[in-house]
């Protein structure tokens, strides 16, 4: 899995509880896990609002 950035928002296919990553990780491989599994980053539809 990529290295999440700050803002990203990881998402459990288990449970769908949602985090938001507060400071970014400068692992070559990171991955966070819920649930004995790794977890998404959403799709998010950044951008401006309105
Ligand atoms: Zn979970």
């Known amino acids: ?22 400071e970014k990780c400068d692992c070559a491989d990171c991955e966070i896990v819920c649930c004995g599994k790794a977890m998404k980053v959403k799709e998010t539809s950044s951008g401006s609002c309105c």
């Open 1 to 22: 899995m990529e290295p999440v950035k700050k803002g990203d928002i990881l998402v459990c296919s288990q449970c769908s509880v949602e985090l938001e990553v507060i």
